[in-house]
């Protein structure tokens, strides 16, 4: 198994323009989120997801948009980027069984200028 | 007061030594409690759960303490390849898996 996937590994884009970033799982496990990573900030929940079909906001999802297909497939859209969207975003899956470890992917490392 | 707290070091110890982080919650109504460990530009890994009871993982231990609200991370004999970031992570319900992640405590082992 791969385990949870994410592209890319690096981008950078300008201010304005948009943006998908991948997360693919091949455990079919139903749960499955995005966070962002700042210096001095833990990680932060984006965006989550319990089933194809379902998603839901978490803390910090003003700027970006998910979609979830697919039961393997969760991207995440940035739809104007910011300077402030500069960060490290991971993707994780959850197991299905107590206590549901999360499972995350490499991180994709964005700079916006 | 941030949710789920933890001093974020750097621990700096010795090959063999022991080290204890702890990491502070404000929900009382917690449930599940978690250590992750996270290298440096890598993602997060799950090191243990945290149980009432306290668990036992080989040279990991860690503790529960729901009256202070504090959960604990004891390593003992550190090797060098303990050198990363701990973070402590806390869902306040045994269903929801929505969690809240500490900011991490860093360790460095020295030769």
């Known amino acids: 198994n791969a385990g949870v996937t994410q592209t890319p590994k690096f981008q950078v884009l300008k201010t304005g323009q948009s943006m998908t970033l991948q997360c693919a799982q091949d455990m079919n496990h139903e749960y499955m989120s995005w966070y962002r990573q700042d210096p001095g900030m833990g990680l932060r929940l984006i965006h989550y997801?319990?089933?194809?079909?379902?998603?839901d906001q978490g803390e910090v999802p003003n700027g970006y948009n998910v979609s979830r297909s697919t039961t393997e497939d969760f991207p995440l859209r940035l739809l104007s980027a910011a300077p402030s969207q500069t960060s490290v975003y991971f993707c994780?899956?959850?197991?299905?069984?107590?206590?549901?470890?999360?499972?995350f992917g490499p991180g994709t490392r964005l700079t916006v200028t | 007061r941030k949710e789920v707290e933890q001093d974020p070091g750097p621990f700096n110890v010795p090959e063999g030594a022991t080290v204890a982080f702890n990491c502070t919650y404000s929900?009382?109504?917690?449930?599940?409690f978690f250590w992750y460990r996270q290298d440096c530009r890598k993602e997060p890994k799950l090191l243990m759960s945290?149980?009432?009871s306290g668990n036992e993982d080989g040279r990991f231990t860690a503790q529960l303490n729901r009256a202070s609200q504090y959960i604990s991370l004891l390593i003992r004999d550190s090797k060098l390849s303990d050198s990363a970031t701990y973070l402590c992570v806390v869902s306040e319900s045994l269903l929801d898996r929505k969690v809240t992640f500490g900011t991490g405590t860093k360790l460095q082992v020295i030769p």
């Open positions: 997801s319990v089933g194809a079909g379902i998603t």
């Open positions: 929900n009382s109504a917690s449930q599940s």
């Open positions: 994780a899956s959850s197991s299905p069984i107590p206590p549901y470890e999360q499972y």
């Open positions: 945290v149980y009432s």
